[in-house]
């Protein structure tokens, strides 16, 4: 049996041993340190965008014009009630990220189709003297296509505000219009559209918002913006039981719609690799 006294002084024999050889080892290579990179890092270069929102859209007046001259438009005709319901934005794009404030994309959209209506009254030519009345219902939908240019605010904690602006065009058709008269006396009359309008027209907007930097090349965009739309002509409406018709089209002037977005960007820019720095080895 080996004794404990013989163990302690082999022991410290081997230790002394194992010590002297890793003292004459060379120092390891450094570690290269590699932190993550933090995902509010602006990121210059291309990029797509996606959206998606409601549009509260609005017009000041329901114009009138006429195509028969011999047709005597009453004095006190006057729009009582106009509007236009609310419409779903589905839009796309490709940008340009100059560098940390400045930026240009040109977008594409689609608004769905909504329902509009006017109603309109008149004295002249009613019966017992009495109040006649128009009621005028249509549908509404456009495309619009617009060059943006944004300036970004400044980052913090990952949230960017900015304002921008753009000009474009705005393709947009009025279908279904009909005209369903009401006369003082119960009789009425009835008139429709042949066909349906549609004609581009210049659009513009200014906007504001905040964008959340997800990631480095992942952002998501809250956005309000007011567009302006002209004011698109519905088609020519044919009476089909009023033997004395206008042949009258309508203007819905200084269309405009206040719209709530919400968008997703994503940078086309391949990531940069992290920074590398060498491990610091001391000498002792």
Not at 89 to 94: A, D, K, M, R, T
Not at 182 to 209: I, K, P, R, Y
Request: hydrophobic share 40%.
């Amino acid at each position: 049996m080996v004794s404990v006294k013989s163990f302690i002084p082999a022991a410290a024999a081997a230790l002394i041993s194992t010590a002297t050889f890793a003292a004459d080892l060379p120092p390891p290579p450094p570690v290269a340190y590699q932190p993550p990179p933090p995902p509010c890092c602006e990121v210059s270069g291309w990029y797509l965008r996606g959206d998606v929102g409601v549009g509260f859209q609005n017009f000041k007046s329901f114009d009138h014009d006429q195509t028969n001259p011999a047709f005597v438009w009453p004095a006190s005709w006057t729009i009582n009630q106009q509007e236009i319901k609310d419409a779903t934005i589905l839009g796309f794009g490709v940008g340009y990220e100059f560098n940390s404030w400045l930026r240009f994309d040109i977008t594409g959209e689609y608004r769905t189709k909504v329902v509009g209506k006017a109603t309109g009254s008149f004295k002249e030519f009613c019966a017992g003297g009495g109040t006649c009345f128009d009621s005028f219902d249509f549908d509404h939908s456009a495309a619009v296509f617009m060059a943006n240019a944004y300036i970004d605010l400044g980052t913090w904690w990952c949230i960017t505000p900015y304002i921008g602006g753009g000009v474009g065009g705005a393709f947009q058709r009025i279908t279904g219009l009909t005209d369903v008269g009401h006369n003082a006396d119960g009789t009425g009359g009835f008139g429709l559209t042949s066909g349906d309008s549609g004609a581009w027209g210049l659009a513009w907007n200014v906007q504001a918002g905040l964008t959340y930097n997800v990631t480095r090349n992942f952002k998501v965009d809250f956005n309000w913006r007011f567009l302006e739309l002209g004011s698109p002509q519905s088609a020519v409406v044919f009476c089909q039981n009023t033997p004395a018709c206008p042949g009258a089209f309508f203007t819905l002037r200084d269309l405009s719609s206040q719209d709530f977005r919400i968008g997703l960007r994503w940078m086309l820019t391949p990531e940069p690799p992290p920074p590398v720095f060498p491990a610091v080895v001391s000498k002792g």
